[in-house]
């Protein structure tokens, strides 16, 4: 089992920053592959960005140059710096990995961007 725990959403105005943290606990006895999701109102979940085991990191083109996945060291915590929010940006982002063949999703966390 694997649970995964975000943290740091919230409210900010268009133009801000936040940076997202998602823990990753349970039976895992090595450097796994995390990613980030989001989904808005009405909308499908769709992939934000991603960082492989080996530090390989994949955005999503509406990111790219704004957000920026990492990891805390060799840990299975990564974070997600957000720049240059915009209202489009508003949703429930939730923290992603696949292990041992099965998919864990943490609780997700909020960011509101108002305009």
């Known amino acids: 089992q694997v649970q995964l725990v975000e943290s740091g959403g919230g409210l900010v105005q268009a133009g801000g920053s936040l940076r997202l943290s998602c823990a990753a606990s349970g039976n895992i006895f090595r450097v796994i592959g995390m990613g980030w999701y989001r989904q808005a109102p009405g909308k499908q979940r769709e992939l934000v960005a991603s960082?492989?085991?080996?530090?390989?990191?994949n955005y999503a083109d509406f990111v790219k140059g704004r957000f920026t996945i990492s990891r805390d060291g060799d840990r299975n915590t990564v974070y997600l710096q957000m720049h240059s929010l915009t209202p489009e940006d508003t949703a429930v982002y939730y923290c992603?990995?696949?292990?041992?063949?099965?998919?864990?999703w943490g609780q997700g966390t909020r960011v509101t961007v108002s305009s």
């Open positions: 992603n990995t696949f292990y041992n063949s099965r998919q864990y």
């Open positions: 960082l492989s085991s080996t530090g390989y990191t």
